[in-house]
C-alpha cells in the first residue's frame, strides 16, 4: 500500500532538482508569523509538467466556481460585505 499522508502547506521554503527529481521543501506558517518545514514533495522532473498542469487546471476550475458562486449571490442580494470573495466551503473535481 502506498504511504499517503497528509500535509498541510501554506507555501515553499525551498526548491530544487537533483539527478531528474524535482524537490519541494514545503512550508507552514508557524506561530510567530515565520514560515517552518512541514514536509517535502518529491517528483522526478520527467512528471513536473504534467504535474504542474494539473495544478493549473484545478485553480481555474476553483476561479470558475468561485465566479458562479458570486453571480448566484448577486442574482439572488445575498453577499454582504466582504463575503463576495468567499471561497465555497468544499467542491469536489473530476
Do not use: H, W
Request: no cysteine; proline share 6%; aromatic share 6%.
Amino acid at each position: 500500500m502506498v504511504d499517503a499522508r497528509t500535509i498541510f502547506a501554506d507555501g515553499i521554503m525551498d526548491a530544487s532538482v537533483t539527478y531528474g527529481v524535482a524537490r519541494f521543501t514545503l512550508a507552514q506558517t508557524g506561530p510567530d508569523g515565520k514560515p517552518v518545514p512541514a514536509g517535502q514533495l518529491v517528483i522526478p522532473l520527467m512528471q513536473l509538467p504534467a504535474f504542474a498542469n494539473g495544478i493549473m487546471s484545478l485553480l481555474k476550475q476553483i476561479e470558475t466556481r468561485v465566479k458562479e458562486q458570486q453571480a448566484r449571490q448577486s442574482e439572488n442580494g445575498e453577499a454582504a460585505a466582504g463575503e463576495s470573495a468567499s471561497v465555497p466551503g468544499a467542491f469536489r473535481f473530476g
